[in-house]
């Protein structure tokens, strides 16, 4: 069985901090996907990222980055100089590699950045 | 590219009435997933569609649950005999098909409450 954790419920950060979101998931699946998704308070999952199993490579994207650790079942993502407009609930989500659709995902982190 | 469409955005219900959601995926995208959130919790997978077959069904679709997608186009969720444990959002979403297994596009959901 496939499982995310996400430990962090609610974060407060104040504007242009930085502040990294913790993902951890467990499989037995030697190849799968990983994702990040936003939902903001408008309620739509937004996409923000996909990695599969072979590429450990960190990520950057403007004020986002990734920072995935196959040794440790990691998938961090932090944002650099944060702003009101990141405020939402992120979801770190695992899926099948076959089927990337069919996701597992974390009880997501509540980021709210104060201005 | 006019995203997923779902409807109605909201619906209040008694116990025991049968409701059912609609969902109009991008044109084009061939998948089709169902997703349930409940609240401080991340989306669960309940079923999902390529073209108008229907692929697989998760343990937590049980049998008051029934969900189509005639002529591979939009698709339907219904719940008879509605039960307070409903209570939820329902989430649609769709993808392309491909080898990358692309990521999914999610619908503002159909927000359930059961009294």
């Known amino acids: 069985a496939q499982k995310v954790t996400q430990a962090q419920t609610e974060i407060s950060v104040v504007e242009k901090e930085d502040v990294t979101l913790d993902c951890v998931y467990e499989?037995?699946?030697?190849?799968?996907?990983l994702f990040w998704y936003k939902q903001p308070p408008s309620g739509e999952l937004v996409f923000l990222i996909r990695r599969n199993s072979f590429d450990e490579q960190n990520e950057i994207s403007g004020r986002y980055s990734w920072n995935f650790q196959k040794s440790t079942s990691s998938f961090n993502f932090t944002i650099t100089a944060s702003q009101v407009v990141d405020s939402a609930v992120y979801f770190c989500?695992?899926?099948?590699?076959?089927?990337?659709?069919?996701?597992?995902f974390g009880d997501g982190t509540t980021l709210t950045v104060k201005p | 590219d006019t995203g997923v469409s779902q409807n109605p955005r909201h619906k209040i219900t008694k116990r025991g009435q049968n409701v059912t959601f609609r969902c109009d995926p991008i044109?084009?995208?061939?998948?089709l997933y169902w997703y349930r959130q409940t609240l401080g919790q991340g989306p669960e997978f309940l079923t999902y569609?390529?073209?108008?077959?229907?692929?697989?069904k998760s343990r937590l679709l049980s049998d008051r649950f029934s969900a189509e997608r005639p002529k591979g186009s939009f698709s339907t969720l219904e719940i008879q005999r509605t039960e307070q444990g409903d209570s939820a959002m329902y989430l649609c979403?769709?993808?392309?098909?491909?080898?990358?297994?692309?990521?999914?596009?999610f619908g503002n959901g159909t927000r359930l409450t059961v009294t």
């Open positions: 979403a769709s993808s392309l098909p491909g080898q990358d297994n692309p990521p999914l596009h």
């Open positions: 044109s084009e995208h061939n998948r």
């Open positions: 569609f390529q073209n108008e077959a229907q692929l697989e």
């Open positions: 989500a695992l899926s099948e590699y076959t089927n990337a659709g069919k996701s597992t």
């Open positions: 499989t037995r699946d030697t190849t799968y996907y």
